[in-house]
């Protein structure tokens, strides 16, 4: 989980979401990233993380670009692009009010539409910059705590679209 001399380090790039259709009008950050030997014509491992920000820092008690990095290089993984989502939260109506945070909800409910948002939504708009395997066995997802419940019913309820599962 540190930076090893003579690794090449991947690109993290970070990005605001607007949800269109499952999760209408809540705004979320997410960060994409890239592998040094992420090729455009090779389909790329992905894997998703909930409650990305904690995931994505290379300072944070969880580095995943480096261990990505460093795994890589090692060829210990295949070339995997990582996709860090915070959940979304429902803007304020007012000036001066308070948004409303949507983690609860989006995590923690016990059906398709988390799954659907990747499907639909966050996977299709990483897809136009990056080539993604749509192959289930190179699909991963991560979560801690109601993160970790997120994950795990992604999987349960679309193991033809995500077969690897982290849930802490």
């Not at 607007?18 to 890239?34: E, L, M, Q």
């Not at 994505?56 to 795994?71: E, W, Y």
């Not at 939504?121 to 997802?141: C, F, H, M, W």
Request: glycine share 8%; proline share 8%.
């Amino acid at each position: 989980s540190k930076v090893q001399e003579g690794v090449p380090q991947g690109e993290i790039t970070k990005h605001t979401w607007t949800s269109k259709t499952v999760f209408p009008g809540t705004v979320r950050d997410y960060w994409v990233y890239v592998p040094a030997q992420y090729d455009a014509k090779k389909p790329a491992c992905v894997m998703v993380f909930q409650d990305g920000a904690g995931y994505v820092s290379k300072t944070g008690p969880t580095p995943t670009p480096i261990v990505f990095d460093n795994l890589i290089h090692k060829k210990a993984m295949p070339v995997t692009i990582g996709i860090f989502i915070n959940p979304g939260v429902i803007p304020a109506e007012k000036a001066g009010g308070k948004s409303r945070r949507n983690r609860s909800f989006e995590y923690d409910t016990l059906s398709d539409q988390y799954t659907r948002f990747l499907l639909e939504e966050i996977l299709p708009e990483v897809g136009k910059s990056y080539n993604l395997t749509t192959d289930p066995e190179g699909r991963a997802i991560c979560g801690i705590s109601s993160g970790g419940i997120c994950a795990f019913t992604v999987a349960w309820e679309r193991p033809d679209q995500f077969r690897r599962v982290l849930s802490h």
